[in-house]
């Protein structure tokens, strides 16, 4: 006897699509905060146990910061123009992030293309110390690099976290039903 299994009341589409802007954009965006943030950490490690290699690891981790700033703005461009200003993201947030995003464009371009000239000098010279210019130079470029990133994600996060949708109790009107049925089932009780 042959029995049949009723399928999963909810369907998935597992169909594979393209990627989107805005979904490329979610997956480097953090690359240059996380290598910001990383080099003012051991930056503040080189200054505190003056190891010639920390501060080697510091010039690296902008220069890897330089590295990922213009993909991340480009993507984030597209991004603004695929999404065209929908009604479920508040008015002027896209806007704001955009604008720190050109700010910490042209800052993690400067910083990042000091710390790779002070990383390929730093070893092409290594009986020498990391000169002071360049310690100063680190120093200032990763508290540049952080703050700038810092505001710019911090805006970027108010694309979503500032939704109006998000304050809505229940699917607005007009969703597909299965749609609003599965939203309101996640909701809970």
Do not use: C
Not at 17 to 29: F, K
Not at 59 to 77: D, E, K, Q, S
Not at 109 to 118: C, N, P, R, T
Not at 123 to 142: N, Q, T, Y
């Amino acid at each position: 006897m042959r029995t049949t299994v009723a399928p999963h009341p909810r369907t998935y589409d597992l169909t594979i699509t393209m990627l989107s802007w805005p979904y490329a954009h979610l997956l480097i965006n953090h690359f240059p905060v996380v290598f910001s943030v990383s080099a003012l950490a051991v930056t503040v490690l080189a200054l505190l146990l003056k190891r010639r290699g920390l501060w080697l690891t510091a010039m690296g981790a902008l220069t890897a910061a330089g590295l990922f700033i213009y993909p991340v703005y480009f993507t984030g461009n597209q991004a603004d123009h695929a999404l065209n200003d929908p009604w479920y993201i508040k008015h002027g947030t896209i806007e704001a992030h955009d604008s720190a995003a050109g700010w910490a464009l042209w800052m993690i371009l400067l910083v990042g293309v000091f710390a790779a000239y002070s990383w390929w000098r730093s070893l092409k010279r290594p009986a020498e110390g990391i000169p002071g210019w360049m310690r100063a130079g680190v120093v200032i470029g990763s508290l540049l690099a952080v703050s700038t990133v810092a505001r710019t994600a911090f805006l970027g996060g108010k694309i979503i976290h500032e939704s109006p949708v998000l304050q809505l109790k229940q699917p607005p009107s007009g969703l597909p039903p299965a749609v609003a049925a599965e939203l309101r089932d996640s909701a809970g009780p």
